[in-house]
């Protein structure tokens, strides 16, 4: 399956130097609004059970944490990009993993986890196809193996 046109070119972009996995908006911004409502029932529910008469307050300072935090964490979020170059996924920073240092590779929402044989564990965070991902990873894996 050609897995090169599952995601915008401006997601993942095939580029002479590898596969690239960069964070999509949309996907960041979708999973700030789970996370912003589930924050907003939590300090409800709190309030409400300490009988308090300003539940109101709760949701008010969940919101504006959770979207100052959003705003704050948006821009180095979107610059976390992953590629794969030949046998080599290359992360943020000095974060290189040969694929067959790869244990198992599994999607936990829009999240891609990366759990290496010494268990050091990898987010490839906000990919609008986390699946794809996965197949990407695999086929590369399977090719410097020289399994079909």
Known sequence: MDTSRTQPEADRANTPAG?????????????????????????????????SPYVWTG???????????GWFLGR????????????????????????DNIETIKTMGHIV???????????????SDPKAVIERLSAAHRSIRGVA
């Open 113 to 127: 986890q990366i759990v290496t044989k010494d268990g050091m564990k990898h987010l490839i965070r906000y990919q």
């Open 76 to 99: 180095d979020e979107m610059n976390t990009v992953w590629e794969l170059q030949g046998d080599t996924l290359t992360g943020p920073g000095t974060t290189r993993i040969h694929l």
């Open 19 to 51: 596969v690239r996995f960069a964070p999509d908006r949309s996907t960041y911004l979708r999973a700030q609004a789970w996370l912003a409502a589930l924050a907003v029932a939590g300090a409800v529910v709190v309030l409400w059970a300490m009988d």
């Open 59 to 69: 949701a008010v300072g969940a919101l504006a944490a959770i979207g100052l935090r």
